[in-house]
């Protein structure tokens, strides 16, 4: 037992000087926001949360799965044999006031990124779609054929439509758990702001995107193409986005009016990437290998169903591998040796 409270001193020592890494990360995030304010003004277009899903709502989930998240690492790092006691113990050894507060700044720097990410993507359909060109890009690239129909030629229409769409829509779950793990469930709070601020930078980078090449996606543009599929709740989801953008912009100021349609760059892929090197970063081999597989089913999802066209792949893996340049170097962190891991 002394042994562990001498490591738990010792990891709250390196805390104590972590003040400023709060600061850096927040420098981002307000940076952004005031993108976001200008954007708001120039539109005349405030910032909405609908029925709280991209702000209030999420920060309640996100504190109940790094609670549960805080009991899980309290337990695995419990001596043997575990005690209630112990656990507490270790709880309290490990996430003082101090830690607490340095993990609640990150993840509050996440949510109000993902919430400003949301209204500058639904502004963004106020600017005319690409998709023409996009479709141009795919078919050069296969020689005169569209890439989501030769993946219907090759894995066919029914079978592998209902596993990709259970694939695709696994993303909302994987990531709502993905960052407050980031943030919990590793040794130092260093190691916890690397992570959150390439998640950050992702959405950011995904932002810019959006912007660069403003698109619907190929559903929209060559909805043909994906007549052949059978009827699920992707596309619902798609006619949905679509009257959602219809309402916007025929009604801009109604405060119910919102729009979540983009298509380049994928960040379904570019999250995923963001994912997998959260795993690499903290040189978890074997879930490395499964972000590895995610991510491949990810790209074939994406395009097979129509979402994304086939070039917002390689910009969403662009991406996660700038988001993960960018957000360690953004806070001063470097990646820990292997001895350092949990």
Request: charged share 15%.
């Amino acid at each position: 037992m002394a042994l562990q409270e001498e490591r738990l001193t010792a990891v709250d020592a390196n805390d104590r000087n972590d003040g400023w890494l709060a600061v850096r990360l927040w420098a981002v995030v307000l940076a952004f926001v005031a993108i976001a304010l200008a954007r708001s003004i120039d539109v005349g277009i405030p910032f909405r949360d609908p029925h709280g899903a991209f702000l209030v709502n999420r920060i309640g989930v996100t504190i109940a799965i790094a609670v549960g998240l805080i009991v899980l690492d309290g337990i695995l790092r419990s001596p043997r044999p575990r005690s209630r006691a112990s656990v507490v113990a270790t709880i309290r050894g490990r996430w003082t006031p101090r830690r607490l507060g340095l993990a609640a700044l990150a993840l509050l720097a996440y949510h109000v990124t993902y919430f400003t990410y949301h209204n500058l993507k639904s502004w963004d359909v106020l600017n005319a779609p690409r998709d023409d060109m996009l479709l141009r890009w795919d078919r050069w690239l296969f020689f005169g054929h569209s890439p989501a129909v030769l993946l219907h030629d090759v894995l066919g229409e029914n079978v592998a439509a209902w596993v990709l769409m259970v694939w695709y829509e696994a993303f909302p779950t994987l990531v709502i758990f993905s960052f407050p793990a980031a943030a919990v469930l590793v040794r130092r709070t260093r190691e916890a702001y690397a992570g959150i601020a390439a998640f950050v930078w992702a959405w950011i980078l995904g932002t810019f995107s959006y912007y660069a090449i403003p698109s619907l996606g190929p559903f929209n543009a060559a909805p043909e193409e994906f007549a052949g599929l059978p009827h699920m709740m992707i596309q619902d989801t798609q006619d949905k986005y679509m009257a959602q953008r219809d309402y916007l912009l025929a009604h801009p100021h109604a405060s119910d009016a919102f729009a979540q349609v983009s298509a380049f760059a994928s960040l379904h892929v570019g999250i995923t990437a963001t994912i997998l090197g959260l795993a690499w970063w903290h040189r978890m081999r074997r879930t490395t290998i499964v972000m590895w597989v995610f991510l491949a089913g990810t790209m074939v999802a994406t395009v097979y169903l129509g979402w994304h066209f086939f070039v917002d792949v390689p910009a969403g893996l662009a991406i996660g591998a700038l988001a993960w340049w960018l957000g360690p170097r953004t806070v001063g962190v470097k990646r820990p040796p292997a001895r350092s891991q949990t």
